[in-house]
């Protein structure tokens, strides 16, 4: 059972370009959580999603900041008019309904 | 509210046991342990849910004592592979939900 896949695993932008972030949850797990770590800094939370569903997304800026998670395909965390607070490693983690196992991450830098 | 671990940071020898500490203002319904390498991504190590239980494997095992709002971490005779930073998750709901991280601790085994 291959784990939790994101790509890519390192995105360089300009400011004001977008910014796509994919993952792919472990197979059987309906839940997916993306997290936002700064270098020597622990996780925060962004959004919790279901299949086509946002359940909780108070993590996340209401501006330029966007999710989903098609029935088909993996979930995609976006973000518009990238500037260079938004370097950071992105995770995304799935769960069958308790544990959360993470992705490798993708490590985003704003130039 | 973010959950506050001590120490901050702890180098030990090769086979010493150490203790993490995880501490939460909310009361909780279960605490998650992860254990990040750098420039890695958080690897998951146990879960404790409500009811005050006590989990271990190989020598790595914890406690969760939900009238303190506190859990923590024993590793026992600590091996180099057990270097990293260790940070528990907090869920103040039952299930599915987001995880609240921990401040962190660096944990450096040295031969």
């Known amino acids: 059972n291959a784990g939790v896949m994101q790509n890519p695993r390192h995105l360089v932008r300009r400011r004001g370009q977008e910014a796509r972030l994919r993952c792919s949850p472990m197979k059987g797990h309906s839940h997916v959580y993306w997290y936002r770590q700064l270098p020597e800094e622990g996780l925060k939370f962004m959004v919790y999603l279901q299949k086509e569903n946002i359940i909780d997304e108070s993590g996340m800026p209401k501006e330029r900041f966007s999710a989903e998670f098609p029935k088909e395909g993996p979930s995609i965390l976006r973000i518009q008019q990238v500037v260079r607070g938004d370097s950071a490693a992105y995770f995304c983690?799935?769960?069958?309904?308790?544990?959360?196992?993470f992705g490798p991450g993708t490590r985003l830098t704003v130039t | 509210q973010q959950p506050v671990q001590s120490p901050q940071a702890v180098i030990l020898r090769e086979g010493e046991d150490a203790v993490i500490n995880c501490s939460s203002s909310?009361?909780?319904?279960?605490v998650h342990w992860y254990r990040q390498k750098h420039g890695e991504a958080p690897v998951f190590l146990m879960i404790?849910?409500?009811?005050?239980e006590q989990k271990g494997h190989d020598k790595i095992s914890a406690s969760f004592n939900e009238k303190k709002q506190q859990s923590s971490l024993y590793l026992t005779a600590s091996q180099l592979s057990y270097s990293g930073t260790y940070f528990c998750g907090t869920e103040s709901n039952f299930g599915n939900e987001k995880l609240t991280f921990g401040t962190g601790t660096r944990l450096t085994i040295i031969p």
């Open positions: 983690a799935s769960s069958p309904g308790t544990e959360q196992y």
């Open positions: 909310k009361a909780l319904y279960s």
């Open positions: 404790l849910l409500k009811g005050g």
